[in-house]
Nanobody, 115 residues
Framework: QVQLVESGGGLVQTGGSLRLSCAATGGIFGIYAMGWYRQAPGKERELVAGITISGSTNYADSVKGRFTISRDNARNTVYLQMNSLKTEDTAVYYC?????????WGQGTQVTVSS
């Protein structure tokens, strides 16, 4: 089963940008659909963006036009480029890898957007 480690979170001001990375080890990265989720305090975890093994992407309405998900199968890494950040984007961001019934999660990385 693949192991995931997120990085790139931090504190940024409104309107700023961050790029999250999720490095995968222990599995065949190319067979997994990848996703970024987030969970804000007191709220349920929600899907932010997903990317299939063929590179098709989908986004939550709240981030369309601001966030971009991409994957580099040669580096076993998935990225989330976040631009025009808003205070409501503040959350712990989690990486997910899924294939069939198998689903793996990273430990999460905190993103805080200050006004």
């Amino acid at each position: 089963q693949v192991q995931l480690v997120e990085s790139g979170g931090g504190l940024v001001q409104t309107g700023g940008s961050l790029r999250l990375s999720c490095a995968a080890t222990g599995g065949i990265f190319g067979i997994y659909a990848m996703g970024w989720y987030r969970q804000a305090p007191g709220k349920e975890r929600e899907l932010v963006a997903g990317i299939t093994i063929s590179g098709s992407t989908n986004y939550a309405d709240s981030v369309k036009g601001r966030f971009t998900i991409s994957r580099d199968n040669a580096r076993n890494t998935v990225y989330l480029q976040m631009n025009s950040l808003k205070t409501e984007d503040t959350a712990v961001y989690y990486c997910n890898a899924a294939v069939g019934r198998i689903s793996s999660w990273g430990q999460g990385t905190q993103v805080t957007v200050s006004s």
